[in-house]
C-alpha cells in the first residue's frame, strides 16, 4: 500500500488548503513577473500561426502584454520554376495525406530513392499514383525526407502544377529553418555577431515575405538566392560530396536571437540584404518594388572582400554584341556614367554608337554582362571596354561583409542590424 493512502481525511483537506494556497501564490509570482518583464521590455507582440502573420504591439500596456505564442512555421519552395521529376527518399515510416487532413492516402516502411512525377490528373511516387493536386508526406524520422540530394527537416508537400510539372514545398518550423538558412548564407568563419545579425535579418526577411505572400500562393519563399539560399540539414554535391547544411554554430546564432525581428512603426520590416556593398549600400527605391524605406548608408567595413572593388575587361566587339539586345547599337564608341557607382543608386549610362544614343542601367547590363553587381563603371580604351565595379549583389541594406567587419571590430549585433537598416529597431516575439 502506498504511504499516503493511510492518511485521515482531516489531514488530506489540511494538506489540500496547503496546496492551493501555494497554488495561488505562485499564479500571483507569475503575473507580477510578467508585468515587471512587460514593463522593461517594448510593447509585446503577437503572431498569428495562420497567414498572413500578423505582428501587432499590445494595444493596452496595463494588462500583461506577453502571451507565448505559436512558434511560426515557413513554407520553402524548393524548386523554383517547377520540375519535370525529381527524386524523393525516405528513411524510416511515413504516411501521404491530403494538406490539412489526417486520412492516410498511402504509407511505408521506408522509400528508396524513387522519381516523383506528375501530369494533368496525379501525382505519381515511385509506383504508386495519387489523383491529387497537392499532397502532403509526413516522415516518422525528422529530419528523415531527401528531395534532390538534400536532406530536410519538417514535411515534403508535393505540388502539381497546372504544366505539369512537379513542384517540392518544405514546410518546418521557422527557427529551424533559420538553422540552415545561417549557414548557406554566411561562412561559419564570420563573427559569431555577425551571424546572429544574420539570423534575425533572415527571420525578418523570411516572416515578412510569409505575410505578404499571395493567399493562394502554395508557399512562402525560394529555397534559393532568389529569396535566401537554404540547402536544408545536409546535402550531397554533384561530385558527390556530403556537406552540412547546418551546424551547432548556426543553431546556436538562431537560439541566441529566438523570435527577434526587424521591425519599424510596429510592422515587419523588409529586410532585404546582399553579400558585399562594396562602400555604400543601395537605395531600395527604383531596386525592389517593396523596399523604398531601405535607405544608403556608407559602410567602409566590407573592404576585406575580394569583392570590394573588381575590373572586368572585354574585347570592345564582345562587349557590343553582349549589349546589342538591350541598345539596339551594333558597335558600341562612347559611353557616359550618368549615375553610380559609389552613391547609392544603381549605375546608369548613355551608350552612343556613332549617332544613336541608348540608356541602360546596371542592373540589365549586369545580366548580359555576366557582372558581380550593378554598380560598376565603364571605360573604353581603343578595343577594350573596362567594367570597374564595387560589391557583390545588389547592394540593398544589411551587408554581410560589412558585418562580418563590424562584428571583428567589436560592434554588437544591434549596432550592426541597426547600421543597415535606419530607422528600425529590434523586437522579440514572444514565443
Ligand atoms: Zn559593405
Not at 512587460?38 to 500561426?49: F, G, I, M, Q
Not at 523554383?80 to 527524386?87: I, N
Request: net charge positive; charged share 25%; proline share 5%.
Amino acid at each position: 500500500m502506498a504511504r499516503g493512502d493511510d492518511r485521515k481525511p482531516k489531514d488530506s483537506l489540511k494538506t489540500l488548503g496547503v496546496w492551493l494556497i501555494l497554488v495561488a501564490a505562485t499564479v500571483m509570482l507569475v503575473i507580477v513577473v510578467r508585468v515587471d518583464s512587460s514593463r522593461e521590455d517594448s510593447p509585446a507582440l503577437r503572431v498569428k500561426s495562420a497567414r498572413p502573420v500578423v505582428v501587432k504591439p499590445s494595444v493596452n500596456s496595463e494588462r500583461p502584454s506577453k502571451t507565448p505564442i505559436a512558434p511560426p512555421t515557413i513554407r520553402v519552395n524548393l524548386t523554383p520554376g517547377g520540375e519535370s521529376s525529381l527524386q524523393l527518399e525516405i528513411r524510416g515510416p511515413y504516411t501521404v495525406r491530403r494538406i490539412g487532413g489526417t486520412r492516410e492516402l498511402g504509407k511505408g516502411a521506408r522509400l528508396a530513392p524513387a522519381k516523383v512525377v506528375a501530369n494533368k490528373t496525379e501525382i505519381r511516387i515511385g509506383s504508386v499514383s495519387y489523383p491529387e493536386t497537392q499532397l502532403e508526406v509526413v516522415s516518422k524520422d525528422d529530419p528523415g525526407m531527401r528531395v534532390n540530394n538534400h536532406l530536410y527537416r519538417g514535411v515534403i508537400r508535393l505540388c502539381r502544377r497546372t504544366d505539369g510539372l512537379i513542384s517540392a514545398v518544405n514546410v518546418l518550423p521557422m527557427e529551424e529553418y533559420l538553422a540552415s538558412v545561417v549557414d548557406s548564407e554566411m561562412p561559419a568563419a564570420f563573427p559569431e555577431a555577425a551571424r546572429q545579425a544574420q539570423a534575425i535579418v533572415s527571420r525578418t526577411y523570411a516572416l515578412y515575405q510569409k505575410e505578404h505572400a499571395d493567399p493562394a500562393a502554395v508557399y512562402d519563399l525560394f529555397s534559393t538566392q532568389r529569396s535566401q539560399k537554404y540547402l536544408g540539414v545536409e546535402y550531397t554535391t554533384d561530385s558527390g560530396r556530403r556537406l552540412a547544411g547546418e551546424s551547432a554554430s548556426s543553431r546556436a546564432a538562431v537560439a541566441a536571437t529566438r523570435g527577434m525581428v526587424c521591425m519599424k512603426n510596429a510592422k515587419l520590416f523588409c529586410t532585404y540584404y546582399s553579400a558585399v556593398c562594396g562602400g555604400r549600400t543601395t537605395s531600395g527605391a527604383g531596386v525592389f518594388a517593396d523596399a523604398s524605406d531601405l535607405i544608403s548608408v556608407p559602410c567602409e567595413w566590407c573592404h576585406e572582400s575580394d569583392h570590394y572593388r573588381w575590373t572586368v575587361p572585354f574585347e570592345r566587339a564582345d562587349f557590343s554584341k553582349k549589349t546589342q539586345q538591350l541598345t539596339s547599337l551594333p558597335k558600341i564608341t562612347s559611353v557616359r556614367q550618368t549615375a553610380g557607382p559609389g552613391t547609392g543608386v544603381i549605375s546608369r549610362f548613355r551608350l552612343a554608337d556613332g549617332a544613336k544614343t541608348a540608356e541602360a542601367n546596371g542592373i540589365e547590363l549586369r545580366d548580359r554582362l555576366g557582372l558581380r553587381s550593378p554598380h560598376f563603371a565603364l571605360v573604353i580604351e581603343k578595343d577594350k571596354v573596362r567594367a570597374e565595379g564595387r560589391g557583390h549583389g545588389h547592394g540593398v541594406g544589411f551587408c554581410q561583409w560589412g558585418a562580418r567587419g563590424q562584428g571583428l571590430a567589436g560592434k554588437t549585433v544591434k549596432e550592426i542590424v541597426a547600421h543597415y537598416y535606419p530607422g528600425t529597431e529590434l523586437k522579440k516575439l514572444d514565443y
